[in-house]
């Protein structure tokens, strides 16, 4: 015996609704993909016609011939991969510190108004200023670099999901009082879950932010990654390794981007 299938018919300005966000869509992604051509095709035409000196901003297809060479030598997935990690574990370390942090600043008033404008002036503090002090701590290498990512991130995670947790709707917070809730299952039946979006914002800002505290990690002691890459292609002006490092770099921020995106448009389902 056959089920019934139930069929449902949309109206005439529904489809013209979801006719109109397919279209919107692929205009975004063409044109992202036009402005990148028009850019690296332009970028090689200047420099192929001498218009900018090649020699001071490398070109694409030095940069492709660059990423070959590395490739056949079989360095760059090496220093890729350092620079990766480095900033995964950073990426990590600092968003579940900083998101505990944050809690602990929520649950208790009187710690968080003592702590807050210490948290303001680590926030304001250029961390580039503590690499020294960084590498007599943990040493140079890897820890000293993660240590460093996890510091630029993790005040940014406290910081916005502190503010997160502040603003949840008190009158939400009431009505579960009213109903003899707990502290605890007012954190994780309303707070949490109504900072969800924040949380998202935040881990595309860790993205960005913790490549940079890798790369700024690897300029001060490192001897692999990305980082190390563009400083000695700069000690020895060699414009095209700097570039091609720069363009991996940008690749696999993309990627990291990419994934957040991912997990985004799962929340929102």
């Not at 279209?23 to 402005?35: A, N, P, S, T």
């Not at 095709?41 to 490398?58: V, Y």
């Not at 505290?213 to 980082?227: C, D, F, Q, V």
Request: proline content about 3%.
């Amino acid at each position: 015996m056959k089920k019934n299938k139930k069929v449902i018919n949309f109206s005439q300005s529904h489809k013209k609704y979801v006719k109109k966000l397919k279209k919107d869509r692929f205009l975004i992604i063409f044109f992202r993909i036009f402005i990148l051509v028009c850019f690296i095709g332009l970028w090689e035409l200047l420099t192929a016609h001498k218009i900018l000196d090649p020699f001071f901003f490398s070109s694409p297809s030095r940069i492709v011939k660059t990423l070959g060479d590395l490739i056949e030598a079989g360095t760059l997935f090496h220093h890729a991969w350092v620079t990766l990690f480095e900033t995964l574990i950073g990426f990590l370390i600092a968003t579940v510190l900083g998101y505990i942090i944050a809690i602990l600043l929520w649950w208790n008033e009187k710690v968080r108004k003592v702590f807050e404008p210490y948290i303001i002036v680590l926030n304001s503090l250029p961390k580039i200023a503590l690499g020294p002090v960084i590498i007599l701590w943990v040493g140079a290498g890897t820890s000293a670099i993660v240590l460093m990512c996890v510091l630029i991130c993790i005040v940014i995670t406290t910081m916005s999901m502190l503010s997160a947790f502040i603003s949840c709707d008190e009158g939400k917070i009431l009505l579960l009082k009213s109903m003899n809730a707990n502290k605890i299952q007012i954190l994780f039946k309303c707070v949490l879950p109504s900072s969800m979006p924040e949380f998202i914002s935040v881990l595309k800002i860790n993205v960005g932010m913790s490549w940079v505290g890798s790369i700024m990690g690897e300029y001060l002691t490192s001897k692999a990654g990305l980082g190390y890459l563009i400083v000695y292609g700069g000690q020895i002006f060699k414009i095209d390794l700097v570039m091609t490092a720069t363009f991996v770099l940008c690749l696999l921020a993309y990627l990291m981007y990419f994934l957040v995106s991912l997990l985004e448009k799962r929340y929102k389902k």
